[in-house]
Every structure is written in C-alpha cells, then in structure tokens.
C-alpha cells in the first residue's frame, strides 16, 4: 500500500472511531436507582425514605472527595421529588448564589457549600432557619470536607453539623469493574477483567465516563468485528484522544 494510502486509511480510522464516540446516547439522568451504592448504602436508603415520607430527619449535609457521587445523589433526589409531583429547589452554589425561594418549601438541595461568598452564606444561613422555624422542609447540602472542616462563618457551620452527616464514599476499584461488568452485561457483552483492570489505569476513573467508555468499545467491536481485547481498548482510547 503507498504510504498516502495508508496515511489516508489511518486518519479514515481515528474518524471513525471518534464518531463512535460522538453516537454515543448521554448517560442516563442520575436517579437514585441507577446510583451504584457501594459502601453507601445506609445513605441510599435514607435518601430514598425521603420523598417517601418515611424519614423523620430534616437536615443532612453529605460530604466526600470529588467524583464521589454526592452531586449525582442529589440530582437523583431532585429526580425523585419531581417524579412524585413534589416542589424540590435545587441550588448549584456559586460565590452570590441568592437563596429566595417563594412560597411553601418542601425540599432544598444546596451543592458545593463551600463555593459560597460572604453574603450567599448569609442567605443560607436565614434559609436553614427558616426550614427549621416551618417545621416540615428537608435541607440537604454538599461539601468536600465534613462540617467542622468548612471554612464558612461560624454560625453556619454550626447548623450543618446538626442535622444527619454523612461521607459519601468513592467505589472502589473492584466496585466499579463490578458495576462495569454488570453494564456490559445489560448489553449482552462479556468484559473481561483485563479490560476492566486497563479502563481505570488509562481512562477517567469516574463511573460515568468509565461506563460510556464500555458503550463505546462495544459499539467498535461490533463494528470493527473484533473481540474485546486490551490492544483493542488501547486502540480506542489513543483515537479519541
């Protein structure tokens, strides 16, 4: 073959591939039933006792590192809320996040506190005492370090260590090859623990990102009709880069 040939057949194949990418379906919308629980299960169930009306408890501040699952926690609550026809006030907190809310509360869900300026902790600070005067609200709020670790004013801080505090713990390796094989399974597809073992060494290890990788190298198997394999994965990933 001449070399232009085969320079043309290269840069046809790495196309191919990154539309493969691109013809992906969005992950599905975060919902408590697709969130994988891992070592959080206790938090799971409380959560999802919630929009149920079988939790007494009315402030949780739920806290891990980054790519924990806190955020998709709460978005599948917003979720759940909805799905029953509940009012849920979902606030993704930036430096001037205005907490006005008018009218009856029934759910507030507050992510990244710690993004929080002087005079948006203020606010939160008069909605949490608000919620607590009403006496019948959930306020659930997200951070990346427990309570006391805050370095928000005082008085706030105070009040989000007096509810229900939860970490939310990040899966394990084995957790997410499980989830992973569990995925692939769905599909009618075999993942072998190699290939697994090679996604979270060389790909984003977050589970979203690892579980569209799997749709993605099926979606090239079939195509390419070869068996999944790490050079095959390997193939991929240097594509799409």
Known sequence: MCAPCAINLWAHSVSFVKQLLLDIAPPPLPTLANFVPGRNAELLQTLENIPLGREKERFFYLWGNEGCGKSRLLQGLAGAYEHHRVSVNYFACAEDTRFEIDGEIDCVLVDDVDRLGPEAQVGLFNLYNRIRDEGHAFLLVTGPVAPAQLKLRD???????????????????????????????????????????YLLRHGRRDLPTLIATVDALDNYALASRRKITVPLVRELLQAAS
């Open 155 to 197: 008085d706030l801080v105070t009040r989000l260590g007096w509810g229900l505090v939860y970490q939310v713990h990040e899966l394990t390796d084995e957790e997410k090859i499980k989830a992973m094989k569990s995925h692939a399974a769905s599909r009618g597809l075999d993942l072998p623990q190699e290939v697994g073992d």
